[in-house]
T-cell receptor, first 113, second 110 residues
Framework: SQTIHQWPATLVQPVGSPLSLECTVE??????LYWYRQAAGRGLQLLFY??????ISSEVPQNLSASRPQDRQFILSSKKLLLSDSGFYLC????????????FGQGTRLTVV | GQNIDQPTEMTATEGAIVQINCTYQ??????LFWYQQHAGEAPTFLSY????GLEEKGRFSSFLSRSKGYSYLLLKELQMKDSASYLC???????????FGTGTRLTVIP
């Protein structure tokens, strides 16, 4: 069965510090991987998606970047965090079968102070 | 573009039935999903509709009308543990993404 691991679960970082969130997938190969952000009271906003190693598409210009160094690894980064980067970050694997179905990691609650 | 609308909050009584509506306007349609999200946790899959009609799964049912751009999630015999946010999401052909609504926060009261 497919499993998504995402860490850390919670993170408190000062403004201007770097960020690295990691997501790994088990039980599938060549997955489509996604990073979403959910601000308080808001829906899920797609940040980046990747259909393969080294292939990154950005949906929203911002202070973040993503990388796909291995088939089952997806990393979200920032060189200098802003207060507005606070939120709940979710990694997802979207299976393109009959339609789309998304499996989510546990999420990372990031608070920038 | 796409626009997905859901009520922000709803309250219902334990044991009752509640219907959560979702309307969507998208350029293309490939399916509609409902997810449940408890506070501080990741969303979990509830249902998927691609054809018009009602899909029943235990206490949860989901309905779709593609011509009206409308779906609802029906929760029967409400339990306290059903208090959560319910997210409506739409997939489009050729778009490598699910487009999510802002979610409906359901509170079940005794």
């Amino acid at each position: 069965s497919q499993t998504i691991h995402q860490w850390p679960a919670t993170l408190v970082q000062p403004v201007g510090s770097p960020l690295s969130l990691e997501c790994t997938v088990e039980g599938t190969s060549n997955p489509n991987l996604y990073w979403y952000r959910q601000a308080a009271g808001r829906g899920l906003q797609l940040l980046f998606y990747s259909v393969g190693i080294g292939q990154i598409s950005s949906e929203v210009p911002q202070n973040l970047s993503a990388s796909r160094p291995q088939d089952r690894q997806f990393i979200l980064s920032s060189k200098k965090l802003l207060l507005s980067d606070s939120g709940f970050y979710l990694c997802a694997w979207i299976h393109t079968g009959l339609g789309f179905e998304a499996f989510f990691g546990q999420g990372t609650r990031l608070t920038v102070v | 573009g796409q626009n997905i609308d859901q009520p922000t909050e709803m309250t219902a009584t334990e044991g009752a039935i509640v219907q959560i509506n979702c309307t969507y306007q998208t350029s293309g349609f490939n399916g509609l999903f409902w997810y449940q999200q408890h506070a501080g946790e990741a969303p979990t899959f509830l249902s998927y509709n691609v054809l018009d009609g009602l899909e029943e799964k235990g206490r949860f049912s989901s309905f779709l009308s593609r011509s009206k751009g409308y779906s609802y999630l029906l929760l029967k015999e409400l339990q306290m543990k059903d208090s959560a946010s319910y997210l409506c999401a739409v997939s489009r052909p050729g778009a490598n993404n699910l487009f999510f609504g802002t979610g409906t926060r359901l509170t079940v009261i005794p």
